[in-house]
């Protein structure tokens, strides 16, 4: 059965583009964006041989805007809904963001008794069609007690249909005994096709991190041992959804950073519409 004739039995969820307002004629749910971003923002912006990606970033590494465009076909995929950074079930914010190149952006904020340096980048993938997103949080703190925090990244990204902006559901994808963690908008991806993903891993904090795949939205609650490692409608287990609905991406990081010391966590999110000849073909580690 083809992905699309799946769509009918999904829940919607809406973008805020304007082609949303035939989705919202038809009476479908709407999915209630919060903050994301927050305060300023810089746009990011790499080009490949197949086409441009453009995030729009705030100072705390949030965004919603994560536009894919293809050169093939002259179409454009957002690839966010909404991705940000949250400790127990709070958003990280910061005031400010300083634009540096197309490709960088620079940022700093307290985050309780810590201080936060963020250096943003968007750079080409390996992978032709896709884009990194490199966010990387220097955490130092100046006290004399450590401090532990648990991070939560929180990516909900809608796959559509192009041209039409017909939701085609998200599919999670956990790659066997790697650290990514997708939504992919085809579990069974030929070359013939420009499959849509978005992909997201943690390092440098404590070991281990945690990653799941969650039914979206707004559950920004710790992923437990249980639900690490899962992806929603998997009854074979494969770490591949088995059928596709509105989902969103969870990666765990906890961190401790010692007194007069720093941390360096690492947050990649790898997206972009390229051809496949398999989903193997998207990164692992
Ligand atoms: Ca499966
Ligand atoms: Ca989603």
Redesign the pocket.
Known sequence: MSLRHHAALLPLCLSLLGTSTTLLAAGAPVKERLKAPTGPTAVLSATSSMGTATVTVDGAGAFQDALVYTNADGLTADLSWRSALFIDGTQIEANDVKQKSTQKAVSSFALGSLQVKLVQQLLPAALAGGYVLDQQYKLSNPGTEPVTLNLLRYNDSDMYDLPTNTFLGDFGYQPQGGSYNYIVSDVAPTPASLTQYIGVKFSGGDVPTSRAVRVCCSNYTDISPEENNTVPN???Q?G???TGMDMAIAAQAPVTVPPGGSVTVKMKTVLGRSALSGLADLPAR
Do not use: H, R
């Open positions: 998997d009854a074979d494969d591949i959804s088995d």
